[in-house]
């Protein structure tokens, strides 16, 4: 399966625009790019997906490179309650032994009030 | 979004006991379901996937006979972890599924936290 790689930790001040970056430079053309997070003793939550293009929803943004070899999470205006380890995962829907997840190891966001 | 629960949320149980845990997708139908492993300050590891009807898959190096797990129903999944030793405590999450395309995301569960004195 195609890793990803994304920074252990980052911080951002409450109200400000987030920007998470992930690389996946193996990324295959069957790849969709998902975005989870997970806040503590929870379970992980879906923000978005993506394939090629841009994509919003009411949680974020997700920009995708045009190689796709990398993307990016955007949180518009982070809050306190964003503080979470957010996960980029790739998942190949073309195998048919079930789509799995494998997690990375995240990003660990710290928002600052 | 669709919900995914489990039952326990938290089990305290003596070592060399079995533990049984609960996953259900509450308003949807789930082909497949997943579980996950996560110890303290790591990431979700993908223990094995199940498909309603049929044998689970084990990830590489997951022990099927200690982590038994049965999809009996399109809605339920259960993983016993069997003799469980103080090795096993930790975080089980489980996921659902209702199909295999891209509009057919994962949902997860909140979590089981296992003690094992």
């Given at each position: 399966d195609a890793k990803t790689t994304q920074p252990n930790s980052m911080e951002s001040n409450e109200e400000e625009p987030v920007h998470l970056p992930c690389n996946?430079?193996?990324?295959?053309?069957?790849d969709y790019i998902h975005w989870y997070r997970q806040l503590p003793s929870q379970g992980p939550e879906y923000v978005i997906h993506g394939l090629t293009s841009n994509v919003n929803n009411r949680m974020a943004s997700l920009a995708i490179a045009e190689d796709r070899k990398s993307s990016t999470l955007i949180l518009h205006r982070a809050t306190l309650r964003d503080a979470a380890v957010y996960y980029c995962i790739l998942r190949?829907?073309?195998?048919?032994?079930?789509n799995q997840f494998y997690f990375g190891t995240g990003t660990s966001l710290t928002v600052i009030p | 979004g669709a919900v995914v629960s489990q039952h326990p949320s938290r089990v305290i149980c003596k070592s060399g006991t079995s533990v049984k845990i609960e996953c259900r997708s509450l308003d949807f139908q789930a082909t497949t379901m997943f579980w996950y492993r996560q110890f303290p300050k790591q990431s979700l590891m993908l223990m094995a996937t199940s498909n309603e009807g049929s044998k689970a898959t084990y990830e590489q190096g997951v022990e099927k006979d200690k982590f038994l797990i049965n999809?009996?129903?399109?809605?339920l999944s259960t993983l016993t972890v069997t003799?469980?030793?103080?090795?096993?405590?930790s975080f089980y999450i489980c996921s659902a599924r209702s199909?295999?395309?891209?509009?057919n995301e994962q949902f997860f569960g909140p979590g089981t936290r296992l003690t094992v004195l």
């Amino acid at each position: 399966d195609a890793k990803t790689t994304q920074p252990n930790s980052m911080e951002s001040n409450e109200e400000e625009p987030v920007h998470l970056p992930c690389n996946h430079s193996t990324i295959s053309g069957t790849d969709y790019i998902h975005w989870y997070r997970q806040l503590p003793s929870q379970g992980p939550e879906y923000v978005i997906h993506g394939l090629t293009s841009n994509v919003n929803n009411r949680m974020a943004s997700l920009a995708i490179a045009e190689d796709r070899k990398s993307s990016t999470l955007i949180l518009h205006r982070a809050t306190l309650r964003d503080a979470a380890v957010y996960y980029c995962i790739l998942r190949d829907i073309t195998r048919n032994t079930g789509n799995q997840f494998y997690f990375g190891t995240g990003t660990s966001l710290t928002v600052i009030p | 979004g669709a919900v995914v629960s489990q039952h326990p949320s938290r089990v305290i149980c003596k070592s060399g006991t079995s533990v049984k845990i609960e996953c259900r997708s509450l308003d949807f139908q789930a082909t497949t379901m997943f579980w996950y492993r996560q110890f303290p300050k790591q990431s979700l590891m993908l223990m094995a996937t199940s498909n309603e009807g049929s044998k689970a898959t084990y990830e590489q190096g997951v022990e099927k006979d200690k982590f038994l797990i049965n999809h009996a129903s399109l809605t339920l999944s259960t993983l016993t972890v069997t003799s469980a030793h103080p090795e096993d405590s930790s975080f089980y999450i489980c996921s659902a599924r209702s199909g295999w395309t891209h509009f057919n995301e994962q949902f997860f569960g909140p979590g089981t936290r296992l003690t094992v004195l």
